[in-house]
């Protein structure tokens, strides 16, 4: 939707701007922020993700998760076996528990 037609939009439901519209409706789900702007709840919801209102944090992914995990060699959980097999550190420390986790269960 083009820029004016969505301040159009705004005035027609007592907002500025289309931007003071999308934060002004931002506690209302997207189907009542919809009926009180006159527009449809998939425009509520691109209107908002292009503003980041209501938008949740992205979640990282575990991968994404252990990848932070590695780059950070101050992470205390270097150094453990859980570093070196579920997070994939190959890194001196991780490696040397994951030895001697190794040996301890042959025991
Ligand atoms: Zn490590």
Redesign the pocket.
Known sequence: MPRYDRDEVARRSGHATWEDAVRATADLTQQEAGAVLGVSHPTVRSWRAELGVGVAAPRTSAPERAAAF?ADERDAR??SAN??RNLG?R?A??TAAWTDYQRQRRG
């Open positions: 590695r270097h150094g570093g070196y550190c890194c420390r991780c």
